[in-house]
């Protein structure tokens, strides 16, 4: 029997034996990094290690670098604990900042049809208004893969006196990364998405940044996110790190093999639409829309033949709802509640793909060709 084919990549990355097997000696062993005796030293020197190793990927300086609990808690150590007084954001943003944003006051700069951040409105928003802003847009959508010109934002933000935050969680490990040339004030990262483990995240922060912490407490991480280490998970973020860095060589191999899965699944379904498939996207990302077919079925189909994708923005729970990306991009509710996201990893291979396909053309056929499975699973062809 052959096993579950895993394409959630974005969501969360199955762990890398290189992450598991540097964080196993910390399990078991007393390793507060804080403690001046032997142990804690041990420990202090590991976290220093797996530092330098997270910034190497992100082309970052490491004393920038303050290790938190997530991604989310990032993005929010980021917009909190910055002084601003305008906080543009993307409308694609993924919730941790969006959310986080509208609680500060956000305001929203569109995007494009093709999911790419709209410059000209980000300009003109900076033109009009009074006040440093601090500015939040991602290096890569999580749900279409659409790379952001975060460069270009970059020297639109610093032209108006603002500062620069990019949320680089989906580019890291698919694209080569460098802060300085993405002209980044912060960067958020997170363990799990590059093959380490979950629960740990960082901000990376350029030196004329003034944060301060959202957590108080000890002392740690220089005073900027008080609470003992998590020795063992900053070690396999480290690990991670170094392993992903390293197969950013394999980076093209996995893009073909992406494209071929797109292929396939538009000469299955030759009315299905990728969107932002005609814009610069991560080499791993395929959000497919098959109209007609409810999202939900395709991933209930899907799963019941062992092949694991998500819709919208699922790393935070099982939930199907449309997405707010794809209505930022102007799909139609429908639209986008028809959409799947096939996202590939570190583990893909080409057998993955061909049993994606063959799942897909049965779950094609027997929505569209052989009549409705059941009343949720197809919808009328779209009136809007
Ligand atoms: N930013 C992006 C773009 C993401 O895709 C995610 C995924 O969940 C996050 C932030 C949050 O990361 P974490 O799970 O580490 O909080």
């Known amino acids: ?18 992450a598991l097997a540097a964080m196993q000696p910390w399990f078991g062993v007393p390793s507060n990094a804080s403690s001046v005796h032997g142990f804690g030293r041990k420990a202090k020197a590991a976290v220093e290690e797996a530092r330098e190793l997270v910034a190497l990927l992100a082309g970052a300086d490491p004393a920038g670098l303050t290790f938190t609990g997530s991604a989310s808690e990032a993005n929010n ?74 460069a270009e934002a970059s020297e639109i933000v610093h032209r108006h006196g603002g500062l620069f935050h990019v949320d680089a969680v989906q580019g890291a490990g698919k694209v080569a990364l460098d802060m300085a040339a993405m002209g980044a004030d912060m960067m958020s990262l997170s363990a799990h998405k590059i093959g380490g483990p979950q629960g740990v995240g960082c901000l990376i922060a ?73 814009v610069r996207r991560l080499p791993n990302t395929t959000c497919l829309m098959t109209p ?30 449309s997405s707010h990306v794809l209505r930022a991009m102007g799909a139609t509710e429908r639209e986008a509640a028809s959409a799947i996201r096939v996202s590939l990893g570190w583990t893909t291979t080409a057998d993955d793909v061909t049993r994606f396909l063959e799942a897909y053309a049965a779950l094609v056929a027997r929505a569209l060709g052989n009549g409705a499975p059941g009343k949720s699973a197809t919808q009328p062809e779209a009136a809007e």
């Open 206 to 278: 350029a030196p004329h940044v003034m944060l301060a912490a959202e957590i108080t407490g000890g002392g740690q991480e220089r005073g900027r996110r008080a609470g003992t280490e998590n020795v063992a998970g900053i070690v396999g973020f480290g690990a991670a790190a170094e392993a992903a860095r390293a197969a950013l060589a394999d980076i093209p191999a996995l893009a073909a093999l992406r494209d071929r899965l797109e292929a396939g699944a538009c000469d299955i379904s030759p009315k299905a639409r990728v969107y932002g498939g005609e």
């Open 77 to 150: 150590l980021a917009l909190r604990g910055t002084p601003h007084g305008r906080l543009p954001v993307s409308a694609i943003e993924h919730p941790s900042v969006l959310t986080t944003a509208r609680e500060l006051g956000a305001e929203i700069v569109p995007v494009t049809p093709d999911g790419v951040v709209d410059l000209d409105a980000l300009a003109s928003l900076l033109a009009d208004g009074e006040g440093a802003a601090l500015v939040s847009i991602m290096a890569a959508n999580n749900e279409t893969g659409v790379l952001q010109p975060v």
């Open 1 to 18: 029997m052959t096993g579950p084919v895993y394409l959630d990549h974005n969501a969360t990355s199955p762990l890398r034996p290189e």
């Open 292 to 321: 007609g077919i409810n999202a939900d079925v395709q991933l209930m189909s899907l799963d019941m033949a062992g092949v694991a994708v998500s819709s919208g923005s699922a790393c935070s729970s099982g939930k199907v709802s």
